[in-house]
């Protein structure tokens, strides 16, 4: 085992970082993810299926706020990561500094919006349920959105993170916020009865004080130079970060109106039962996103430097050998399809049936959006995102199209709308192949190099 590390840390200096990362992420992760099945578990049991499906969906609205942040995250990251490679810290401080600021600014016109607002929603209405619920889910509202706006900007400790080529750390703080939640909802399983509310102030407290924590850690320690203050807020540094970020985050509206509104459609449709059973589908089979997305993460931020230091040699060879690991994450997807059922039925019981043609789907989903994954992430990491964002957009209007039809037409259910998502992540599987073999070999004109 010490013989298979020492050759495995070995390399160039960005990729034995990358090796690093994605050994410690994959433990993180482990970890993880038996926390997250078992948090379900728990959570199940101290809900019933319906109600379940009713926290899911509420909760679901939270990712459409949080694109609000105007892709400011990801330009911070590009950006950090070239001052870092340029040892550039005074520059790394103003874009933190000024980051903080704008997303400041935008929480609270958000928070503003929204607590007028929720006092005219009918939140019954919304998520398709029980009028008597009406009091109680406005209080759990209130309490979701007004930690999530908070959380909102005290995250970006992890894009500093990732910025620094340091996903592992990042993702650990997800995992240290569940296992917390996990052990509290544990014992409310053992001290009332199911209750919304208390689920809602553990799930919005705990991630909260974690990342005040690593905030205050990481900030007086090792990113001294590159803390937050008042004196380094640079409004006029906002349009580098804006004129990334913006293309960012058109690009993330529109992954949120495929990817993210499928609980709210399911929950119109075909009642809140049914999101569980879409959830419960899409968890499992999200182990193939997941452990990609450990591997591929650190490279993100390694593409920028590689880019800035015209290291072509070692972009192609990276991308070469993240295919490779493609093909093994397929494998173990079909591994997973085969063994589906005995696996849901260990995992929670025989109440809820998870049909196999939705496991089909959502495998064959998480196959093509990993290897999409491949390439985007490169040209994320380089910011050549144009191609991307007008892809994003014509997908939305073949996700909804192919939605409608699947569903009203030839009556596919919930599955239909995995395979309308299927459908338009064709830049994932087609134009991001493309666009990438030409930007490096030097072919890209156009668009293709925009």
Do not use: C
Not at 8 to 34: C, D, Q, W, Y
Not at 88 to 108: D, F, H
């Amino acid at each position: 085992m010490r013989e298979f590390l020492l050759r495995f840390f070995k390399g160039h200096e960005r990729t034995v970082k990358a090796k690093k990362n994605i050994f410690f992420s994959f433990l993180i992760k482990g970890m993880s993810m038996v926390v997250g099945f078992l948090i379900v578990r728990i959570t199940l049991d101290y809900l019933d299926k319906t109600t379940y499906g009713i926290w899911l969906t509420l909760t679901s609205f939270l990712t459409w706020f949080s694109f609000f942040e105007i892709g400011l995250g990801n330009g911070l990251k590009n950006k950090l990561a070239e001052a870092l490679a340029d040892k550039n810290y005074e520059l790394g401080k103003i874009y933190v500094s000024t980051t903080y600021a704008i997303l400041a600014v935008v929480v609270v016109l958000l928070a503003i919006v929204f607590f007028i607002g929720n006092v005219f929603i009918d939140w019954t209405i919304v998520l398709n349920t029980d009028k008597n619920l009406i009091n109680e889910l406005s209080a759990v509202a209130l309490i979701v959105f007004g930690f999530f706006f908070l959380r909102f900007v005290i995250k970006l400790i992890s894009t500093v993170l990732y910025a620094d080529q340091r996903p592992a750390i990042a993702n650990a703080f997800g995992p240290i916020g569940n296992l917390l939640s996990l052990i509290i909802i544990y014992i409310l399983t053992k001290t009332t009865e199911g209750n919304l509310i208390y689920l809602s102030w553990v799930y919005s407290v705990v991630p909260v004080i974690v990342l005040i924590v690593v905030s205050i850690y990481f900030y007086k320690n090792e990113y001294r130079r590159i803390a937050p203050s008042i004196k380094s807020i640079k409004f006029h540094y906002a349009k580098d970060l804006l004129n990334l970020g913006v293309i960012f985050f058109l690009i993330q509206i529109a992954g949120l109106i495929i990817y993210q509104s499928t609980n709210i459609i399911i929950a119109q449709y075909f009642g809140p039962s049914e999101v569980t059973v879409y959830n419960i589908g899409y968890k499992y089979f999200s182990i193939m996103a997941m452990i990609f997305t450990i591997i591929v993460s650190p490279f993100w931020s390694a593409y920028t430097e590689a880019w800035v230091k015209n290291d072509m040699k070692w972009i192609k060879n990276t991308v070469k050998k993240l295919l490779l690991i493609w093909v093994g994450i397929s494998i173990i997807g079909v591994i997973m399809l085969i063994f589906a059922d005995p696996f849901y039925h260990l995992w929670i019981g025989n109440e809820i049936i998870i049909p196999f043609k939705l496991s089909l789907v959502l495998f064959i989903y998480f196959m093509t959006f990993t290897f999409g994954n491949v390439y985007v992430t490169f040209l994320n990491g380089i910011g050549k995102i144009k191609l991307q964002m007008y892809a994003a957009f014509f997908g939305v209007s073949l996700f909804l199209l192919s939605a409608f039809v699947l569903i009203k037409y030839f009556n596919f259910g919930i599955i239909g709308l995995v395979i309308a998502s299927i459908i338009s992540n064709f830049y994932g599987l087609i134009l991001a192949p493309i666009q990438y073999s030409k930007i490096v070999n030097k072919k890209a004109k156009g668009i293709w190099d925009k």
